[in-house]
């Protein structure tokens, strides 16, 4: 594999943070290793933490000189760390999905990407070609024995969980048909009604949209089998990247968004570039009974959202008859244009993720919103066993500055019932990814536990590992990685 070099980055007037630290993590992943222990900098890695943290981004950015057009291009890498035994080892590896294999081979890019990667040639060479390179790249979970690379717009592939080799496509024992979306967002449901449950759902999008609503079994002999499945169709045009549970309910947000395919068809944008706000739209939540709850086999219902754009919620809740759900709004939906370069991407003219809070009155049909912090976050989570229920605190990735966009460069602990905040930040040369709150075993207190978060640390041009006490955000230990992630999606950890 071979590198271009990174262009120059000079400072822009009144940004804070080096752009030249920050898009310095832009870069391939140049190695696959098994096992590796990681350097200890600095603390100790608690022996109660036992397990692998799992993480999904694109780890191949360049090929042949040519980059990608949005980092969400790069295929699929997956990296574990294990913690045994007071030791953290990685292993990593790409998805061997049949794009990257074919690209590996040929030392170019042969596919389109969804958000605007071409291939060489101009719009020429790219017109009419519609396949759908589905590059693994959103988030790694683990379902029964197989641990699953997630894309949302195609079928997941399976790996194995130690070696990360990759098995193949999955159509997890036939439940999906060929190609068929499924989201690169499930929840946990930590056991509302028993026994555990991964809720996930595939959306299925046109003038209508068609969502299936799936859930598993995650533990016992029945662990990855699918026990129940829905299918609501709802009208309009539907993009769904997350969604939210509580034990009765699963709830979308459907974004005032419109879908041009014209450009995409003719090469010149990609598919996701195609999306656009509509103005003349109205967001809606989309609310869907689970199978195991009090309003089974019930119709779906539909009440009008807050004006914005959300990929990612918090966490929902059941209040009285109220339906409480928790998302990371955007005045408008963010995109790169075919044009722009996206390491010298204008922060102060992106618009930042704001977490709201909105009250959902199911009798009457009418919702309240207000604003929770409006300092810039993303990648947020409450502790996994309070997934569903009126959790009180949560973590989340922010930009240092307290208003407008920026690099994520810090991690917030929130209070979600007093506002009260801790915050552990690596600015100006460090930017996180996101973190991951794994409580202590057996620990009944909310915020006990740690953070986990693989930062890119601009100073040394690498990776690091940092481990966070989840309740004061104090470090508990930092530790170096021998190769280098670019900043990475979704990720996810296994007990042992
Ligand atoms: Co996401």
Redesign the pocket.
């Given at each position: 594999m071979r590198t271009s070099a990174l262009k120059p980055f000079s400072k822009k007037a009144g940004e804070k943070f080096d752009r030249a630290d920050w898009a310095s993590a832009y870069c391939n992943v140049e190695k696959e290793l098994e096992e590796q222990e990681l350097k200890l900098i600095k603390g100790t890695i608690p022996k109660e933490l036992s397990g692998y943290f799992y993480r999904n981004g694109p780890g191949r950015l360049e090929r042949d000189g040519q980059w990608v057009h949005h980092p969400f291009d790069g295929d699929g890498m997956i990296a574990a760390l294990r913690f045994h035994n007071g030791k953290v080892t990685l292993t990593n590896r790409f998805v061997r999905t049949i794009a990257w294999q074919e690209e590996e081979k040929e030392q170019k890019f042969l596919y389109r990407g969804v958000f605007g990667t071409q291939k060489e040639g101009g719009f020429l060479s790219n017109a009419f070609d519609l396949r759908l390179k589905n590059i693994a790249n959103?988030h790694v979970v683990k379902l029964g024995d197989r641990l699953l690379a997630l894309w949302e717009a195609s079928s997941p592939h399976a790996l194995d969980p130690e070696s990360l080799k990759t098995i193949g496509l999955s159509n997890l024992n036939g439940v999906l048909k060929p190609g068929e979306a499924f989201s690169?967002?499930p929840r946990f449901d930590p056991g509302h009604h028993d026994v555990p449950r991964m809720v996930t759902f595939g959306v299925k999008t046109g003038p209508k949209s068609t969502i299936r609503l799936m859930e598993f079994a995650t533990s016992g002999k029945d662990a990855g089998h699918l026990i129940s499945d829905r299918k609501d169709t709802f009208k309009g045009f539907a993009f769904l990247?997350?969604f939210a549970i509580t034990p009765n309910w699963a709830i979308f947000l459907q974004n005032a968004i419109s879908f041009n395919p014209f450009p995409f068809i003719v090469g010149k944008k990609g598919a996701a570039q195609c999306l656009s706000s509509d103005p003349k739209g109205r967001a809606k939540f989309l609310l869907i009974p689970r199978d195991s709850g009090s309003f089974a086999g019930e119709e779906s219902r539909t009440i009008n959202a807050p004006d914005g754009f959300v990929?990612?919620h918090l966490n929902a809740w059941e209040e009285d008859k109220t339906l409480r759900i928790n998302s990371i709004y955007y005045k408008d939906f963010p995109t790169i244009g075919p044009e722009e370069d996206f390491r010298e991407i204008n922060f102060d003219l992106l618009p930042e993720g704001i977490l709201k809070s909105c009250k959902l009155n199911l009798e009457e049909g009418t919702f309240h919103s207000k604003s929770i912090s409006e300092q810039c976050c993303e990648f947020a989570m409450v502790n996994p066993k309070k997934q569903g229920l009126n959790a009180r605190y949560s973590w989340m990735a922010i930009a240092e500055q307290k208003s407008g966009n920026g690099p994520l460069q810090a991690i917030k602990k929130l209070d979600l019932f007093n506002s009260k905040e801790e915050i552990w930040s690596c600015a100006p040369r460090g930017f996180v990814s996101e973190p991951l709150m794994i409580p202590k075993p057996a620990s009944s207190n909310e915020d006990e536990g740690w953070v986990v978060c693989l930062i890119w640390n601009g100073e040394r041009r690498g990776t690091d590992l940092i481990i966070l006490k989840a309740h004061d955000l104090s470090e508990q230990a930092i530790l170096e990685l021998p190769i280098g992630f670019p900043h990475g999606?979704?990720g996810s950890w296994v007990a042992n």
């Amino acid at each position: 594999m071979r590198t271009s070099a990174l262009k120059p980055f000079s400072k822009k007037a009144g940004e804070k943070f080096d752009r030249a630290d920050w898009a310095s993590a832009y870069c391939n992943v140049e190695k696959e290793l098994e096992e590796q222990e990681l350097k200890l900098i600095k603390g100790t890695i608690p022996k109660e933490l036992s397990g692998y943290f799992y993480r999904n981004g694109p780890g191949r950015l360049e090929r042949d000189g040519q980059w990608v057009h949005h980092p969400f291009d790069g295929d699929g890498m997956i990296a574990a760390l294990r913690f045994h035994n007071g030791k953290v080892t990685l292993t990593n590896r790409f998805v061997r999905t049949i794009a990257w294999q074919e690209e590996e081979k040929e030392q170019k890019f042969l596919y389109r990407g969804v958000f605007g990667t071409q291939k060489e040639g101009g719009f020429l060479s790219n017109a009419f070609d519609l396949r759908l390179k589905n590059i693994a790249n959103t988030h790694v979970v683990k379902l029964g024995d197989r641990l699953l690379a997630l894309w949302e717009a195609s079928s997941p592939h399976a790996l194995d969980p130690e070696s990360l080799k990759t098995i193949g496509l999955s159509n997890l024992n036939g439940v999906l048909k060929p190609g068929e979306a499924f989201s690169a967002h499930p929840r946990f449901d930590p056991g509302h009604h028993d026994v555990p449950r991964m809720v996930t759902f595939g959306v299925k999008t046109g003038p209508k949209s068609t969502i299936r609503l799936m859930e598993f079994a995650t533990s016992g002999k029945d662990a990855g089998h699918l026990i129940s499945d829905r299918k609501d169709t709802f009208k309009g045009f539907a993009f769904l990247h997350d969604f939210a549970i509580t034990p009765n309910w699963a709830i979308f947000l459907q974004n005032a968004i419109s879908f041009n395919p014209f450009p995409f068809i003719v090469g010149k944008k990609g598919a996701a570039q195609c999306l656009s706000s509509d103005p003349k739209g109205r967001a809606k939540f989309l609310l869907i009974p689970r199978d195991s709850g009090s309003f089974a086999g019930e119709e779906s219902r539909t009440i009008n959202a807050p004006d914005g754009f959300v990929f990612h919620h918090l966490n929902a809740w059941e209040e009285d008859k109220t339906l409480r759900i928790n998302s990371i709004y955007y005045k408008d939906f963010p995109t790169i244009g075919p044009e722009e370069d996206f390491r010298e991407i204008n922060f102060d003219l992106l618009p930042e993720g704001i977490l709201k809070s909105c009250k959902l009155n199911l009798e009457e049909g009418t919702f309240h919103s207000k604003s929770i912090s409006e300092q810039c976050c993303e990648f947020a989570m409450v502790n996994p066993k309070k997934q569903g229920l009126n959790a009180r605190y949560s973590w989340m990735a922010i930009a240092e500055q307290k208003s407008g966009n920026g690099p994520l460069q810090a991690i917030k602990k929130l209070d979600l019932f007093n506002s009260k905040e801790e915050i552990w930040s690596c600015a100006p040369r460090g930017f996180v990814s996101e973190p991951l709150m794994i409580p202590k075993p057996a620990s009944s207190n909310e915020d006990e536990g740690w953070v986990v978060c693989l930062i890119w640390n601009g100073e040394r041009r690498g990776t690091d590992l940092i481990i966070l006490k989840a309740h004061d955000l104090s470090e508990q230990a930092i530790l170096e990685l021998p190769i280098g992630f670019p900043h990475g999606l979704h990720g996810s950890w296994v007990a042992n």
